[in-house]
């Protein structure tokens, strides 16, 4: 006899790996603006104090944090040539030192203007969408080695304005500024699979991946995206395309960035100088939650291209549990790249060295916790898996 469940847990590649030393505690948010070529930061609730980096020495328009060195920011921007990448990584809350990822010296970056960075898989590339190409570029911030991902005449046209890879299917969707959203496949890469829906009301402005509802097979996994005035959704479990209206109305005036924090809700930056936060519930309309003022930048003109917060959720990863004859296996997908893992056995025998005894009101029981120095293999006995700290 077979059982089979499914689930789906979000791990944030963050909280348990951050040292003590770290810079920027966890829920820090950061600002790319447009004017200062600098990045602004400031702790939830901070009001208008928040602390700005000196220059850049480029314009910061688009950032992910990096959970890998969780005192840093991958950041995309124009100077001269116009696209570049680089790592901006705190000292300290006022200090930061940049170090080059693109382009690679003698030559020109494939990116132009960057319009959203995400994730891909691995956790080592970083997937870019570019306004002015209005293709897709993947770069690896180890090597600063650039692949396009899309190339040639593109159903989007002069229109592609931003985008996110779908963590769990490694698909990319991408926004227009023709009021619709794309969906390009995986595997074989770059190649457009369909329009996932057109004919919105406005320009597409961020697109994140909101997994703080999944768990259970047919439980929701949205695509959220910003418009100009609005926070929509689209689940992707349903078995319909339709989109639903998750807030909507003031202060969502003119969207600039969305983004999901280290407890799962969301926060947007606005066309001016404030970012506000919205809790992220399963219910549509956010009929129980207001957007709530979070942080204003003190500069006049700091346009809030970009927010990215440190813990924020990057990644969720599909657990599949199997129970046959008596024995518990599991399958994965998606499992991120930057983990350990240990094994979890549980069984009803009582002649183990450790563990044996009652356990949450079950007896007799016996657990036993085994940390190996091997790699996991998917199918293996129950595993469980954390994040490996940064050296």
Not at 23 to 30: D, E, Q
Not at 349 to 373: K, M, V, Y
Request: negative net charge; proline residues 9%.
């Amino acid at each position: 006899m077979r059982n089979v469940l499914a689930l789906t847990f979000v791990t944030a590649l963050a909280t348990s790996a951050i040292a003590p030393a770290q810079a920027l505690p966890t829920g820090t948010i950061a600002i790319a603006g447009d004017v200062m070529n600098t990045l602004a930061t400031a702790l939830p609730g901070g009001g208008t104090s928040t602390t700005h980096t000196p220059p850049l020495g480029f314009t910061p328009h688009v950032m992910l944090w990096d959970p890998s060195s969780p005192d840093s920011f991958i950041v995309g921007g124009q100077s001269f040539p116009p696209g570049v990448m680089k790592r901006v990584t705190f000292l300290t809350p006022t200090s930061t030192t940049v170090t080059n990822i693109t382009p690679l010296p003698g030559q020109t970056s494939l990116i132009d203007n960057p319009g959203q960075l995400s994730w891909s898989q691995s956790g080592q590339e970083v997937i870019v969408i570019d306004r002015n190409l209005d293709q897709i570029v993947a770069v690896n911030v180890a090597t600063g080695a650039e692949t396009l991902v899309t190339s040639g005449p593109q159903p989007w046209g002069n229109a592609l304005h931003c985008g996110a890879v779908d963590p769990l299917s490694g698909d990319i969707f991408v926004g227009t500024t023709t009021n619709a959203i794309y969906r390009v496949a995986a595997t074989p890469t770059g190649q457009v699979i369909s329009l996932l829906q057109g004919g919105f009301p406005a320009a597409i402005e961020r697109i994140v991946f909101d997994d703080s509802h999944i768990g259970m097979p047919g439980s929701p996994y949205f695509l959220t995206f910003a418009m100009a005035n609005s926070i929509q959704r689209i689940d992707l479990n349903a078995p319909a395309i339709t989109t639903q209206t998750f807030f909507a109305g003031s202060p969502l005036q003119n969207i600039r960035s969305l983004t999901i924090d280290h407890q799962g809700n969301f926060l947007f930056g606005v066309n001016g100088n404030d970012v506000y936060h919205l809790m992220n519930t399963p219910n549509n309309p956010a009929s129980a939650s207001l957007p709530t003022f979070v942080v204003g930048s003190s500069t006049q003109g700091f346009l809030n291209w970009d927010v990215a917060v440190v813990g924020g959720t990057t990644t969720p990863f599909r657990l599949t549990l199997q129970s046959v004859a008596g024995m518990g296996f599991i399958t994965t997908e998606n499992h991120p790249a930057s983990t350990a893992q240990g094994f979890l056995l549980l069984t009803l025998a009582t002649n183990f060295s450790r563990g044996a005894g009652p356990l949450l009101g079950i007896f007799p029981d016996a657990i036993t916790l085994a940390i190996l120095d091997k790699p996991a293999i998917p199918g293996d006995a129950l595993h469980w898996t954390s994040v490996v700290p940064a050296p």
